[in-house]
């Protein structure tokens, strides 16, 4: 299912719910059959559009949700669901994605209440090609400022059809846009 229908922006509902009060108000104003069926075949566009969307995740819904469900598992110390969501071909610098799970293990006496990711939103969103998708997002120690990072994840569209992180890039949030890349902070 193509993303613009199962993944549409939040104006193409607002234009399909103005052209629907607007039919709407055409068909209570003049009480016609014409108006009424204009007005049901707007409304029916509209819920079906509206149940697509919802029946179907696109790809940047998927990733969207990952990235929460990675935030969320390291908040509670479940490092093990954070790593169902990183491919097995992980690649960042000269870790793979054991490697990382070794640097994880040594990180976990830092960040003790796990790590904050936000600001994942269409902006921030790139798909590169149909089976690779890079989404931006702010990273942190829970409680801790100075480690904030701008992440840009690279995710994979796998076999099983999901996605997975198979690499990161980290800039300083002040310079995400014309910056070097960052590292690890303490790697």
């Not at 054991?98 to 790590?115: I, M």
């Not at 690499?167 to 790697?187: A, M, T, W």
Request: net charge positive; proline share 4%; aromatic share 14%.
């Amino acid at each position: 299912m193509p993303d613009f229908i199962i993944d549409p922006a939040p104006m193409v509902y607002i234009i399909l719910v103005a052209f629907t009060v607007i039919l709407a108000a055409l068909a209570f104003r003049r009480q016609t059959r014409r108006d009424l069926i204009f007005f049901g075949f707007a409304a029916g566009i509209l819920l079906t559009w509206f149940l697509l969307d919802r029946a179907y995740e696109s790809g940047r819904e998927q990733v969207n949700r990952k990235i929460s469900e990675m935030a969320e598992a390291s908040q509670s110390n479940d490092y093990k669901k954070v790593f169902d969501n990183i491919s097995p071909t992980f690649k960042y610098k000269a870790l793979n994605k054991d490697g990382l799970f070794q640097l994880s293990q040594r990180g976990k006496q830092f960040l003790t209440d796990g790590v904050e990711l936000w600001g994942m939103n269409r902006q921030s969103f790139k798909q590169i090609n149909p089976t690779t998708i890079e989404m931006g997002f702010n990273a942190q120690g829970k409680g801790m400022p100075q480690s904030l990072r701008y992440c840009v994840g690279v995710f994979q569209k796998e076999a099983d059809n999901e996605w997975r992180m198979t690499s990161f890039r980290l800039y300083n949030p002040v310079q995400k846009d014309n910056g070097e890349e960052d590292q690890i902070p303490g790697f």
